[in-house]
């Protein structure tokens, strides 16, 4: 009690701007207290429950760290590998996958029964109505505790916007490019799993089990006319889709290997969010000599106002004072 009186002095409310003590942001930073407050607000006011407090009460119980849970989107034209990669994303992150073709038929909500009435009436979702679709699938319990990954969706500005209506927005919104003659490739190569409706491809992507891949069949339905015209569509709406998701946009090239845009995907998602936090800079400056680390480290304080902590300066006031450090030292 004490001590907290006294951290609870060291802030002088009459004085502007406030000043608070450094273990103050270093607790806050070490427990992720603005991310966590930051998702919390969020899902409040996009779900807007009737009961505000016991509705962050449910969300701090739940099982998961629910300031890192993976939101994703990937996004890409048809034979860049979307599902491919948002399927074994999925497995290695242990989230949700979610996949647009399926959401009618598991929705059993009145969005899923209006979605397959126009469905089997050969009509086209409207943009709100899958928006309800994704919201309805996203806020169930397993999605919630685990997080979830989304492929191929949205396809136009006006499905980004219906689900940014609804609260469905991505942390991480990547955008598949590629060469129409890769992509055209891939075409033949297009293999379903019956069992599973897992997608394969004989050139980008094969099951690694044997059993999975002698049952395998080829997708007749892919022909390289409804690839073109999908490719078309693609190249038309998407770099609206894109700007859109400024904010968490990361384009990734899928001419590679899938192992090698699997790699690329992984290393974009190990970066740390920048969000909007008071954070105390920390940097740390390596090279060999003569490469330039004082110059920058000097050009870093003066433009972000930080202390500048040479290394050798350090040593040679340890040495002049005559601390037993600096005796050691020299």
């Known amino acids: 009690l004490a001590a907290g009186a006294g951290l609870r002095a060291a802030m002088d409310a009459s004085q502007k701007p406030l000043r608070m003590p450094q273990s103050y942001s ?3 930073e070490r427990h992720e207290l603005f991310k966590l407050f930051q998702v919390l607000m969020q899902d409040l006011v996009v779900e807007m429950p009737d009961d505000p407090l016991q509705f ?10 629910i300031a890192n849970l993976p939101k994703i989107i990937i ?17 290695r992150l242990r989230c949700i996958h979610i996949v647009p073709s399926k959401l009618p038929e598991a929705d059993a909500t009145k969005f ?10 050969k009509k086209a979702i409207p943009p709100g109505l899958w928006a309800k679709l994704f919201m309805t699938r996203v806020r169930q319990k397993d999605c919630q505790e685990k997080g979830w990954v989304i492929n191929g969706f949205p396809r136009t500005r006006a499905e980004m916007l219906a689900l940014q209506a609804v609260g469905v927005t991505p942390k991480h919104y990547f955008s598949l490019k590629a060469e129409t003659k890769t992509l055209e490739e891939r075409v033949p190569g297009k293999l379903i799993d ?22 395998l069949v080829r997708d007749d339905s892919c022909t390289m006319e409804d690839f073109r015209a999908g ?3 693609y190249n038309i709406n998407s770099p609206a889709v894109d700007k ?9 090239s899928a001419d590679q290997p899938f192992n ?3 790699s690329q995907l992984l290393l974009a998602l190990a970066r740390p969010l920048r969000i909007d936090e008071p954070r105390t800079p920390r940097l740390v400056l390596f090279g060999p000599l003569g490469s330039g680390k004082s110059t920058q480290a000097a050009l870093l304080a003066e433009r972000y106002r930080i202390v500048n902590i040479a290394c050798d300066e350090l040593v040679k006031q340890e040495v002049v004072a005559g601390t037993p450090t600096g005796r050691a030292m020299q």
Do not use: C, W
Not at 75 to 91: C, D, F, R, T
Not at 113 to 121: F, H, P, V
Not at 198 to 208: C, L
């Open 75 to 91: 996004n890409g034209p048809p034979m860049s590998g979307k599902y491919s990669l948002s399927y074994e994303l999925a497995e």
């Open 194 to 215: 019956p069992r599973t409706g897992d997608v394969y491809n004989r050139v980008f992507r094969m099951p690694t089990s044997s059993v999975v891949e002698q049952r």
């Open 231 to 233: 490719f078309s569509m």
């Open 244 to 252: 859109s998701y400024e904010h968490s946009y990361f384009e990734l």
């Open 260 to 262: 090698d845009v699997k």
């Open 56 to 65: 962050l009460i449910d969300k701090l119980e739940l099982p998961s760290d």
């Open 26 to 28: 270093t607790y806050a």
């Open 112 to 121: 899923g029964l209006k979605a397959r009435k126009l469905l089997k009436e």
